[in-house]
């Protein structure tokens, strides 16, 4: 399997996880010191960032992604980008649809791919 496969791969297992509330996945899946970018604020605290994605407050029910692009940054390290439709119960309630541009740059350690830092900017809706 190519890295580019192996990526694409691990980030539609880190959606699915996203939408299952699976804190235990990103445990394994981030580094020590990872880095959160979003709208919605900056977050470098470990432990913070496990229990957002453990109270899973506001559920995406539906993760689809397009665009994969794959940049190496030597033999381990890679930047995986994709544009990614959401949708997502605000509250448990309210279902909205929003899109994004993902961007996550992982290391390989001992064999794995770990995330060090997740970026989410809003895409236009066309």
Do not use: C
Not at 9 to 18: D, H, K, P, V
Not at 96 to 117: H, I, N, P, S
Request: hydrophobic share 45%; no cysteine; aromatic share 8%.
């Amino acid at each position: 399997m190519s890295v580019e496969t192996e990526l694409i791969e691990l980030s539609e297992r880190a959606w699915e996880a996203n939408r299952h509330g699976d804190a235990e996945f990103y445990d394994r899946f981030l580094t020590e010191a990872p880095l959160s970018v979003s709208p919605w604020g900056i977050a470098d605290d470990r432990e913070a960032i496990l229990k957002v994605f453990a109270a899973n407050e506001h559920p995406y029910v539906r993760t689809e992604q397009s665009d994969h692009r794959v940049t190496m940054l030597g033999a381990d390290g890679a930047l995986h980008t994709s544009t990614v439709e959401i949708d997502v119960l605000m509250n448990g309630v309210d279902k909205q649809t929003m899109r994004v541009f993902a961007t996550t740059v992982l290391v390989r350690r001992d064999g794995e791919w770990k995330a060090v830092l997740f970026q989410v900017t809003p895409a236009p809706a066309w």
